[in-house]
């Protein structure tokens, strides 16, 4: 009996952490997109959302979520004002909301000023709100209170910047990169100091002329060492060691701009790159060991590789979903394609997976649900009523989607 009651406790336990994981960067932990989440459901209707709530404003960006609040940003495009809300888990209220004027920017119709998704630990949530006049980032508590703004200079780019931040322990990570320009505007990695903003390193970098709007992750070497890994245009995949912020190893093989985070895959690092509304090269990397270099495990080159929609590892299973619709499952090691199917729609939002299910939304606002396994199987398609280019989130035992006015709180299946 006391050997049930201590097995019993430690599932409680171990269900209890899964439960309250917290969603803390866009594609949330290390950006993999991967939820411990039980039970979330698969088909749902009106009925069956635990809340919504309407936005103050539109945007693109995706929700973040620690404990009793998420965190999420809309904007008044014409009037290029930003805002960012904490809402109650519980009931979609709003708790606070914070404006910020900004110097109106020329963008891409598809982009928005509210693109970025915000990062966040257990005392601050921090946004970046980058224009062609001022990328700004700006620290706030989690009841709304401003601790520090710094301010960064321009970013200049076609299409407008979209830069979604990360953290690495009291390090807040970005990248501020250029188009070509006669402005003596330079391109650069920065890490922040969480406390007060200040620049703790930044890593002068030639970007070939194109920005990259990818957001690095964490990986380990094989002496358990952290670094962190970035994706771009001139340098493909790029190892940075957190704390000194000096480049590590460099693997280059892109020849135009990243757009799509790096996943990873057991032993490889796998990015993409695209331009001209699609993708380009799907490249995996093995990363530098202390006896090799890094080198490129293999690369495609086909209408198969998504420029928009960051890709996701289950299983040893590699997923893209394209930005024309075509989502496309790979052997991750190899690259050997699985499967190819069209179940609906334009992805520029990326996948998470629940529970071997993946979700993506797509352009039109439908909620897609796949089976992430070697074979095809197509479980739900749950249309939310408005476009939207956002990826879910997961925390609590919840699932939170956001469109372009909207967040929708969808919890779990009743048995």
């Not at 989690?142 to 009291?170: A, I, T």
């Not at 299910?357 to 009523?385: F, I, K, Q, T």
Request: charged fraction near 20%; glycine fraction near 8%; hydrophobic fraction near 40%.
């Amino acid at each position: 009996m006391k050997k049930l009651v201590v097995v019993l406790a430690l599932v409680f336990c171990l269900y209890s952490h899964a439960s309250a994981q917290e969603w803390t960067r866009f594609r949330g932990p290390n950006g993999q997109g991967h939820s411990h989440a039980k039970n979330i459901r698969v088909k749902w209707s009106v009925k069956d959302y635990l809340w919504t709530a309407d936005l103050p404003g539109t945007g693109h960006s995706s929700p973040v979520i620690w404990g009793d609040k998420l965190f999420i940003t809309c904007c008044d495009q014409k009037q290029a004002r930003a805002s960012i809300l904490a809402l109650s888990t519980a009931d979609g209220q709003t708790l606070w909301q914070k404006d910020y004027q900004l110097i109106d920017s020329p963008m891409n119709k598809l982009n928005s000023y509210a693109a970025s998704a915000p990062a966040l630990d257990k005392d601050r949530v921090f946004v970046i709100w980058p224009t062609a006049k001022e990328l700004s980032v700006i620290a706030l508590d989690h009841d709304g209170n401003e601790q520090w703004r710094k301010e960064f200079g321009p970013v200049y780019s076609k299409h407008g910047p979209c830069v979604s931040p990360m953290l690495y322990g009291d390090l807040v990570v970005f990248t501020q990169e250029q188009r070509t320009n006669d402005k003596g505007l330079k391109s650069r990695w920065l890490a922040l100091d969480c406390n007060d903003g200040q620049i703790r390193w930044e890593i002068p970098r030639d970007n070939g002329g194109f920005i990259s709007h990818a957001t690095p992750c964490v990986n380990a070497d094989d002496s358990g060492h952290d670094y962190l890994v970035f994706s771009s245009l001139v340098y493909g995949i790029s190892a940075v060691d957190p704390k000194e912020g000096s480049i590590l190893w460099e693997q280059p093989g892109f020849s135009v701009r990243a757009l799509t985070s790096p996943v990873l895959a057991e032993n490889l690092i796998i990015a993409t790159c695209g331009s001209g509304a699609s993708g380009k090269t799907l490249m995996a990397v093995r990363p530098a060991s202390k006896t090799k270099p890094a080198n490129v495990a293999y690369k495609i080159e086909d209408r198969t590789v998504p420029f928009v929609s960051s890709a996701i590892v289950v299983n040893d299973l590699l997923f893209t979903f394209h930005d024309q619709g075509q989502v496309v499952c790979r052997d991750a090691q190899t690259g050997v394609l699985k499967w190819a199917e069209k179940p609906g729609g334009r992805f520029f939002g990326s996948p998470i997976c629940v529970e071997d299910r993946l979700y993506c939304m797509n352009v039109d606002g439908d909620v897609v649900v796949l089976s992430a396994a070697d074979e095809y199987e197509l479980l739900a398609v749950n249309p939310l009523g408005e476009k939207t280019q956002a990826t879910p989130a997961v925390a609590g035992g919840i699932m939170y989607l956001r469109t372009q006015t909207k967040v929708f709180a969808v919890g779990q299946a009743k048995d």
